[in-house]
């Protein structure tokens, strides 16, 4: 009996069997917290890619409404809030519940990534920095508070996101850049920002344009490869030039070239240049040659007529001549410019045309400065191309026909009066500066004309003359915005401040 006791006893002391089960249930819980940290972990993920991608969307979102006319730092983190991960942005989510959202603006300056000057922006920045941050709760890593671990009951994600305006690429433009150089624009503009001839303050602005465009399609964008053109720009003056020393404003020489009586291409006309001794309003062609680096922002070239024709890489080049002597007539400049960039859009297709008209807008030229064909003296046709009467009307006419053809017309009155085109009477009486507001593209009333500008700091007509939607900028500042609606902006390192 005893012996049969004490073999129970040694049988149950030696049995194994279950000693397993309480290791399994610590594997349980570690396999399970294991599983579930590797499934918050991926959701988490998830989630981080969804709040970086918003992010990115807000930043880019901001940096494009940077460049809009009438920007300000509240406009801008509005249209930030329409792209973020909040409850009410486009890019809001159920898996990024309650984000913060925070926005900083600066002004870069030393950067070749931000291309814009921060006078571009009415803000008075070019770049923009984004950041959201949400609170993710777990779901199954908190099983490892059953087994006394302190597991996390949620992750706070960060995204960060910075972008500049007009810094990117757009579609392909051709832009015909008319530029005022009658006797006017030799006059002095006291204005901090220049305090130099009109003529000169209005080259630097086309430089600081000239910056911003792309002159090479992206994969020619170095200055090892030839570059095939993606911009394109050429250079229109008024008044007329005779064609054979046109020459003399793109050289550097000073030579002033020949000014003849306004000449008055038809409206719709096929174009062809002109040589020889006939008129001419333009001083190059359709070009992307203004830099050796064929890339956006590289030093201007010296080689290149059209950089030379707007002062030179610096402004040290004579650039062109404000001669004048004919008065001011530019509705055949127009007529003249839209004609070429019909052609180069042709030579380009799926490119879009630009042009930019630069002037005080006061059309007053006198009887024999204006002729039709050359030779013949215009007489007073009325509010009829070409005529001496409602001169401002006519180069409203013209530049509305640029619209209607598919061209976008930004126009920048420089010194413009509230009084003047003395030749538009009655019905027709207009100021300079409502002429040239009327000329831009989209132009609605004297509110709402969102491609006019004027300059907020020149000293002729100070103050006389203010655009509704872009009040407050420099001729510099005014170029580099009017960039910056052909151009795309664009994400840059969170470093770059």
Avoid at 359 to 385: E, F, L, R, W
Wanted: aromatic share 6%; net charge neutral; charged share 10%.
């Amino acid at each position: 009996m005893k012996r049969k006791m004490h073999s129970r006893i040694t049988k149950i002391v030696a049995d194994d069997h279950g000693q397993i089960l309480p290791w399994m249930v610590l594997m349980n819980v570690l396999i399970i917290g294991v599983a579930g940290l590797s499934i918050d972990l991926g959701r988490t993920y998830v989630c981080y890619r969804q709040l970086q991608a918003s992010t990115d969307a807000a930043a880019l979102a901001g940096a494009y409404a940077l460049g809009q006319p009438s920007s300000s730092q509240s406009s801008v983190t509005s249209e930030i809030a329409l792209y973020a991960a909040t409850a009410h942005g486009a890019n809001g989510s159920g898996n990024l519940p309650s984000p913060t959202i925070s926005t900083t603006f600066s002004c870069v300056t030393d950067s070749a990534m931000v291309a814009a000057s921060c006078d571009a922006s009415n803000t008075g920045y070019n770049v923009v920095r984004v950041t959201q941050t949400a609170t993710v709760p777990t779901l199954f890593i908190q099983v490892l508070s059953l087994a006394g671990i302190n597991a996390a009951k949620s992750l706070t994600l960060t995204a960060t996101s910075s972008a500049t305006m007009a810094s990117g690429q757009n579609d392909q433009v051709n832009v015909a850049m008319v530029v005022d150089a009658t006797a006017s624009m030799n006059t002095n503009d006291t204005d901090a920002s220049c305090g130099n001839t009109r003529i000169y303050c209005a080259l630097q602005g086309v430089r600081t344009m000239l910056g911003l465009l792309a002159p090479c399609t992206s994969s020619t964008a170095k200055s090892t490869a030839t570059c095939v053109p993606y911009d394109q720009v050429s250079l229109f003056t008024f008044p007329t030039i005779q064609a054979n020393t046109a020459k003399y404003d793109t050289d550097c020489s000073g030579t002033a070239p020949t000014i003849i009586p306004y000449t008055t291409p038809a409206k719709g006309a096929t174009w062809s240049a002109p040589t020889g001794t006939a008129g001419t309003y333009q001083l190059t062609g359709y070009v992307s040659d203004w830099t050796a680096s064929n890339q956006v922002g590289g030093s201007l070239s010296s080689s290149s007529s059209l950089v030379n024709g707007v002062g030179g890489p610096t402004g040290s080049c004579a650039g062109m001549d404000s001669v004048g002597g004919d008065g001011t007539y530019y509705a055949g400049a127009i007529y003249a410019a839209q004609a070429s960039l019909v052609a180069a859009k042709a030579a380009a297709p799926g490119s879009r045309n630009v042009m930019i008209i630069l002037s005080d807008g006061d059309a007053s030229a006198a009887s024999g400065k204006i002729q039709n064909p050359p030779g013949t003296n215009v007489g007073h046709n009325g509010n009829t191309y070409p005529s001496l009467d409602d001169q401002c009307h006519q180069a409203i006419t013209a530049a509305q026909y640029a619209s209607a053809s598919g061209t976008t017309v930004y126009t920048i009155a420089y010194g413009a009066s509230s009084s003047g085109c003395s030749t538009d009477t009655g019905s027709l009486a207009i100021s300079p500066c409502n002429a040239m507001m009327q000329m831009s593209s989209g132009y609605v009333s004297a509110s709402n004309a969102p491609s006019f500008y004027s300059d907020a700091t020149a000293s002729q007509n100070k103050g006389q003359c203010t655009s509704p939607s872009n009040p407050n900028l420099t001729l510099n500042g005014i170029f580099g915005n009017i960039s910056a609606q052909l151009t795309k902006p664009r994400l840059i390192p969170n470093s770059v401040t």
